[in-house]
């Protein structure tokens, strides 16, 4: 019985909204570590079908790929997505560079502020919405050694204080 207020849902609204939810694929793990990430965008990309199916399986790495700006276009560069193993002799190159799907305005905007020193666009994650494959990408500062220690220092203490409060409402002294 459904509480007031609220709808009972079909199996065929449950498929649906399953459907239109965000699968990742993958994430750009090493980005955040290498880059202060100042400004995200969502933008769409041009796929082959058997990049769109290799992707369905969940197969990608993001992890050695940057985003271009050249001639008034945005470009993915090496961006792996394997072979699909079911592909035939059109099958596509797995590190092939793939168009961005971004207005005219952010496309300028985005590259004047790329071309700034020590910025560089990178992507952070790919991921389904809605049955469309999307690229969520970063303007990323780049970080200096001491940066990156200095994160993993406060990572560490702050899994450390985390811990240590569990003990504490545990008991455990």
Do not use: C
């Amino acid at each position: 019985m459904a509480k007031s207020g609220q709808q009972k849902l079909t199996p065929a609204q449950k498929a649906k909204a399953q459907a239109d939810a965000k699968k990742v694929i993958a994430r750009n793990k090493r980005a955040t570590h290498d880059y202060f990430i100042e400004d995200r965008l969502e933008v769409g990309l041009v796929l082959t079908g058997t990049e769109v199916k290799a992707l369905r399986m969940g197969r990608a790495s993001l992890t050695e790929a940057w985003v271009e700006i050249y001639e008034g276009e945005a470009w993915l560069r090496q961006a792996n997505i394997p072979e699909y193993f079911q592909g035939t002799w059109n099958n596509h190159a797995p590190t092939r560079k793939r168009k961005l799907l971004m207005h005219r305005s952010e496309i300028l905007s985005w590259g004047m502020k790329a071309q700034a020193k020590g910025y560089t666009i990178v992507p952070l994650e790919l991921y389904f919405i809605e049955g469309r494959a999307k690229l969520l990408i970063g303007l990323g500062r780049g970080k200096q050694q001491w940066d990156k220690r200095q994160a993993l220092r406060e990572a560490q203490d702050k899994r450390e204080a985390q811990r240590e409060i569990q003990r504490f409402a545990k008991g455990i002294r």
